[in-house]
C-alpha cells in the first residue's frame, strides 16, 4: 500500500498511526504545511525507511508564513521530497495570489538549482498558474499533481509536461475526481489519503485505507484492484531516486 501525500504530523496521535503503517507495511510520504515542521516529523518518524518526510511551505499558510521560504530554501540540501507546495486559487487565498506565485517559483527555482526534487504539489483552482510555474523551471524535478480538479485542457497539458498525479478515495468520489483519473497515464498514478483533512464519514482516512480508491479507479480504466496495485507500486519503484534503498 502507498500513500503518497499524507499530513502525518496533523493526526491527533501521530505514534499510533506510525505503529499501523509499520504493522502494514505501508510506503508513506509524510508531507509538511511549514518548514518549521520538517524536522519535528522526521524526527517522528526516525528511522523508518518506507516513510519518507516532504519539505513543504503550503499556499493556504503563504500569506501568514511566506517569510519561512527562506528557511525551506536553506533546508534543501538536506531534503529529497518537497511537498506541500504549490498555489491555491480558492476563494479564501485569492487575495494574496501575487505572493503565493512568487513564493512558488522561489521554491522551484531553488529546487532547479539543487539538481531537481520529487515534489508533491497543489494547484486547486490554479493548475493552469501551477504549470506555469512549473514550465518556467524544468530542472525543478519531479512533479507529481495531488488531488488534480483541473479542466480536461489543463489534464492534458500537465501529462504533455510529464506531470505525475496522486489520487485518493476521497478524490474518486466525485464524478469529475473519476472522470479526470480515467485520463491520467497508469504509469504515472500513485495513491494518496490527503489525511487527515481528507476523511471517510467522520473519521479521517489513514495511510492504508489509500488502496480504497482502486475499485473506483478500476471501473474508469477496466482494469482490476489486483492490475492497479501492481501497477502502482512498480510507477513507485520507477520514480526517480524514490525508495529505491527500499526496493533494492
Known sequence: MIDFHCHLDLYPDPNAVLEGIDARGTYVLAVTTTPKAWRGTRKLVGARKRVRVALG??????????????????????????????????????????????????????????????????????????????????????????????????????????????????????????????????????????????RAGDQPLMPWEAYDCLTELGTATGMDARQLARQIKDNLRMLPCCYQDVFN
Not at 493556504?60 to 530554501?73: G, I, N, P, Y
Open 57 to 198: 511551505l503550503h499556499p493556504e499558510v503563504v500569506a501568514q508564513r511566506h517569510s519561512e521560504v527562506a528557511l525551506l530554501c536553506g533546508l534543501l540540501p538536506e531534503a529529497r521530497y518537497v511537498g506541500e507546495i504549490g498555489i491555491d486559487g480558492g476563494p479564501a487565498h485569492r487575495d494574496n495570489m501575487d505572493q503565493q506565485r512568487a513564493v512558488f517559483d522561489r521554491i522551484l527555482k531553488a529546487c532547479a538549482a539543487h539538481g531537481g526534487r520529487i515534489m508533491t504539489i497543489h494547484s486547486r483552482g490554479a493548475a493552469t498558474l501551477v504549470l506555469d510555474a512549473l514550465e518556467r523551471q524544468p530542472g525543478a524535478g519531479v512533479p507529481v499533481l495531488h488531488w488534480f480538479s483541473g479542466t480536461t485542457r489543463e489534464l492534458k497539458r500537465a501529462i504533455a509536461m510529464g506531470c505525475w498525479f496522486s489520487i485518493g478515495p476521497a478524490m474518486l468520489r466525485s464524478r469529475k475526481g473519476r472522470d479526470l483519473a480515467s485520463m491520467m497515464p497508469l504509469n504515472r498514478i500513485l495513491t494518496e489519503t490527503d489525511a487527515p483533512f481528507a
